[in-house]
């Protein structure tokens, strides 16, 4: 009699704790928290360009370098970022201005010129402290508060726009070097264009096209965007446009 009345004990202790498995079971504690206290909450942030005044795109780096690598994300103009995952503490992020310049001179450059403008100093390092389990907003300042005025200079380079009005495939040459543009080919055909950096100390006359020497009444100048064509015999100065907030546009 008393082994039967401990087999029935057990039975009915071992049918309590197959009921109640659903409940004792915490394999899935991490996914679906515990019951009665929730899930944890992930750690993000969100860049924030929105405003009157935040005129053109920005990239936002991790990186001081700003290498291409290092790239968080493009935020539009008057826009925000989608959220992003990111740990918690102190943070800095390093931000560039991408500039855009319609042509309005050469005949068939619908892409316009592009160029990113790096702040100096502070002005282009975002520092925040960013918290655990919540969403951090960092905002982005615009450019006209960062900038002096409407008409000042934002570079030191200078930047040159090529028109091929040629019959062949064109190159620029420095020396018996020949130099890669930030926009269009290497070697770019007929009816189209290239747009060359060059840093504030250059001198144009380094410069050449099928051995035809840029022409020399019209210096190119630091923080200007200077336009030439080429028709297969001389190069010809066109334009030139300074690179200042007055005389950005907005990107197709």
Same mark, same amino acid.
């Given at each position: 009699?008393?082994?039967?009345?401990?087999?029935?004990?057990?039975?009915?202790?071992?049918?309590?704790?197959?009921?109640?498995?659903?409940?004792? $079971?915490?394999?899935?504690?991490? *996914?679906?928290?515990?019951?009665?206290?929730?899930?944890?909450?992930?750690?993000? !942030?969100?860049? $924030?360009?929105?405003?009157?005044?935040?005129?053109?795109?920005?990239?936002?780096?991790?990186?001081? $370098?700003?290498?291409?690598?290092? @790239?968080?994300?493009?935020?539009?103009?008057?826009?925000k970022s989608s959220t992003?995952?990111?740990?918690?503490?102190?943070?800095?992020?390093? !931000? +560039?201005?991408?500039?855009?310049?319609?042509?309005? &001179?050469? @005949?068939?450059?619908?892409?316009?010129?592009?160029?990113?403008? =790096?702040?100096?100093?502070?002005?282009?390092?975002?520092? #925040?402290?960013?918290?655990?389990? +919540?969403? =951090?907003?960092?905002?982005?300042?615009?450019?006209?508060?960062?900038?002096?005025?409407?008409?000042? *200079?934002?570079?030191?380079?200078?930047?040159?726009? !090529?028109?091929?009005?040629?019959?062949?495939?064109?190159e620029l040459m420095k020396?018996? =070097?020949?130099?890669?543009?930030?926009?269009? /080919?290497? #070697?770019?055909?007929?009816?189209? +264009?290239?747009? #060359?950096?060059?840093?504030?100390? /250059?001198?144009?006359?380094?410069?050449? !096209?099928?051995?035809?020497?840029?022409?020399?009444?019209?210096?190119?100048?630091?923080?200007?965007?200077?336009?030439?064509?080429?028709?297969?015999?001389?190069?010809?100065?066109?334009?030139?446009?300074?690179?200042?907030?007055?005389?950005?546009? &907005?990107?197709?």
């Amino acid at each position: 009699m008393q082994k039967i009345f401990l087999c029935g004990i057990l039975g009915v202790v071992l049918l309590t704790v197959l009921g109640c498995r659903d409940y004792l $079971d915490f394999s899935n504690e991490d *996914e679906k928290g515990i019951k009665g206290y929730g899930t944890q909450q992930k750690t993000t !942030i969100v860049f $924030d360009n929105r405003g009157p005044d935040n005129i053109v795109p920005v990239t936002v780096y991790s990186n001081a $370098d700003r290498s291409d690598s290092d @790239s968080i994300v493009t935020v539009s103009r008057n826009s925000k970022s989608s959220t992003i995952e990111w740990s918690s503490g102190r943070h800095n992020f390093y !931000i +560039t201005y991408d500039l855009y310049f319609r042509d309005t &001179v050469s @005949s068939n450059n619908s892409m316009g010129i592009e160029i990113s403008y =790096t702040p100096s100093g502070s002005n282009g390092t975002l520092g #925040y402290n960013i918290a655990t389990g +919540t969403t =951090t907003t960092i905002s982005i300042p615009s450019l006209y508060s960062i900038v002096d005025g409407d008409n000042v *200079e934002l570079t030191t380079n200078k930047y040159i726009v !090529i028109e091929n009005k040629s019959t062949q495939a064109i190159e620029l040459m420095k020396g018996n =070097t020949t130099l890669q543009p930030i926009q269009g /080919d290497e #070697y770019f055909n007929p009816n189209t +264009t290239a747009v #060359y950096k060059l840093s504030s100390s /250059d001198n144009i006359t380094s410069y050449s !096209i099928s051995n035809k020497s840029f022409p020399t009444d019209n210096p190119v100048q630091s923080g200007h965007i200077t336009f030439f064509a080429f028709n297969g015999s001389s190069i010809s100065y066109r334009d030139e446009k300074a690179i200042t907030i007055n005389n950005l546009s &907005v990107a197709p």
